[in-house]
Each structure stands twice: as structure tokens, then as C-alpha cells.
């Protein structure tokens, strides 16, 4: 499938890498099918979500570990269902990070912790899990 997006320019997506949604993502609800993309020559770090049914809408995400931070929380049944997670294993969570929009640019990006996307890499299914306060464990790590 061929999407033209209007900062990668069309970009060719294979069948087998697209991820669905099941409940599509808080405020793109009508949005179900994603495909994880790196800019070239980008380092990988940070990955683009774009969506397939609007080109227009794309999040860059990243891992907690990229960030010096390991990160967990649980997922309900209905979640483990929803992704058909059989093992944790195949369980990959990422965080959406943006610009700060008030922040100068030195003070860097801003990772939204409390909503993780998680996709079950066998299955090619995805969510977002909205974080309950005080329901998930971050440990932050320094890197020497």
C-alpha cells in the first residue's frame, strides 16, 4: 500500500507491517491501521507511527529505555485480549514524545508516560493504555 505523507514525501507500506488498533488511539478513535517508520539515515531512536487511514496523522514514539527509564504497569485482561497477547514477550511499549510547545529548544523532548502505546509484535495489533495514577512503577536510570 502506497500513503503520501506530507513530511516523508509517499511512502510504501507492506501488508505484513501494517498494526492494527482494534480501538484506534484517545481522539483518533476512527483510526485503526498504523505502520512503524524511521526516517533515513535516522539512528532508529525514535520511530514515527503514521497512520494509514489519514496520512496527516503520524506520532513520533520512542522506548522508556531509550530514555534511561524502565517502565511498568499492568494490562487487564480485556487489554491482553484486545492485543491477543500470549506472552510478555511479545509485548513492545513505547512512549509518545513531542516538543514541548512552551519549552525552549535546549529543554528537549517531553514523553507522555501515563498513556504508553503497546503492540504485540506477533500479532501486529496495538494500543493505547491510559495510565490510572499510581498504577504504574518508573524507575529512572543514570547512565555513566
Known amino acids: ?21 482494534p480501538a484506534g488511539l484517545p481522539g483518533f478513535a476512527n483510526l485503526h491501521r498504523f505502520a512503524l517508520l524511521h526516517e ?15 496520512a496527516s496523522v503520524m506520532f513520533s514514539l520512542t522506548g522508556p529505555e531509550q530514555l534511561g527509564i524502565t517502565y511498568e504497569f499492568p494490562l487487564s485482561d480485556a487489554e491482553t485480549a484486545s492485543l491477543r497477547l500470549s506472552s510478555p514477550n511479545d509485548a513492545v511499549v513505547a512512549v509518545i514524545v513531542r516538543k514541548g510547545d ?9 514523553a507522555n508516560f501515563m498513556a504508553p502505546i503497546v503492540i504485540n509484535i506477533r ?5 493505547q493504555k491510559i495510565i490510572e495514577k499510581g498504577n504504574c512503577d518508573i524507575i529512572l536510570r543514570v547512565r555513566g
Open 40 to 54: 533515513e539515515g535516522g539512528d532508529g531512536n525514535v520511530l514515527l507511527l503514521q497512520s494509514l487511514d489519514d
Open 123 to 127: 500479532q501486529q495489533r496495538g494500543l
Open 102 to 110: 512552551d519549552a525552549p529548544a535546549s529543554a528537549g523532548l517531553r
Open 1 to 21: 500500500m502506497k500513503i503520501e505523507n506530507p513530511v516523508l514525501g509517499i511512502i510504501e507500506i507492506a501488508d505484513d507491517k501494517v498494526i492494527e488498533f
